[in-house]
Nanobody, 123 residues
Framework: QVQLVESGGGLVQAGGSLRLSCAASGRTFSSGVMGWFRQAPGKERELVACISRIGATTYYADSVKGRFTISRDNAVNTVYLQMNSLKPDDTAVYYC????????????????WGQGTQVTVPS
């Protein structure tokens, strides 16, 4: 069993920055890919970014490339999402998820999910 707890969400003006954190516990954190997803009201959940087991490879959705950076620190069982140049379209609940896959990519199966943290960027 894996427990994931997100933090760092909030309200930020367009152009601002936020850093999300996801603390993991319950199994060896470094075992697989970690991902950040988001779901806006009325929209499907989408993959924002993911990172490989040891952080060597990453994947980003086109909508966040160049603005968001995913990273992980296996020593403290935490994955981060640095979000810069935020836009109103980034408003969503952001979820952290854990996969048993080793390499980062867009079609990985995620087995564990956090409860989510709200990010709001007013227009």
């Amino acid at each position: 069993q894996v427990q994931l707890v997100e933090s760092g969400g909030g309200l930020v003006q367009a152009g601002g920055s936020l850093r999300l954190s996801c603390a993991a516990s319950g199994r060896t954190f470094s075992s697989g890919v970690m991902g950040w997803f988001r779901q806006a009201p009325g929209k499907e959940r989408e993959l924002v970014a993911c990172i490989s087991r040891i952080g060597a490879t990453t994947y980003y959705a086109d909508s966040v490339k160049g603005r968001f950076t995913i990273s992980r620190d296996n020593a403290v069982n935490t994955v981060y999402l640095q979000m810069n140049s935020l836009k109103p379209d980034d408003t969503a609940v952001y979820y952290c998820a854990a996969s048993m896959a080793i390499l980062a990519g867009p079609n990985r199966k995620y087995d564990y999910w956090g409860q989510g943290t709200q990010v709001t960027v007013p227009s």
